[in-house]
């Protein structure tokens, strides 16, 4: 046994301790609040799911009667993309880089051309 003294007239008595907070610091007001608040946004987001439900069947509906199929759809992206890519600055200078360096090579290749015909020509 320990030696924390109890006392007998209150517990005896039947008097109510008040609960202590939540494990996690929170008051059983704040506990029971936060859980109303929780409660009501999961409602809220269950109404949203349905909502974007009704408003993708609807998309598809109007797609099916203007006769976009999904195949149009992803030629669109595609092409968006693309387009996308080709105005992104990492797409512009890696395509001047590219171009310095084709023409670089093909002066260098005709620097070599006239090389060898020179020594074909010297070698006659």
Known sequence: MTDVPVDNASTAAGAASPKPPSYNGLTEAEEEELKAELTKVEEEIVTLRQVLAAKERH??????????????????????????????????????????????????????????????????
């Open 59 to 124: 998309c598809g509906e109007l797609k099916r009667k203007l006769g976009l199929t999904p195949f149009d759809g992803l030629k669109q992206n595609l092409s968006k993309s693309w387009h996308d890519v080709q105005v992104s600055n990492a797409y512009k200078k890696t395509q001047e880089t590219l171009s310095q360096a084709g023409q670089k090579t093909s002066a260098a290749l005709s620097n070599v051309g006239s090389v060898i015909s020179r020594k074909l020509g010297d070698m006659r």
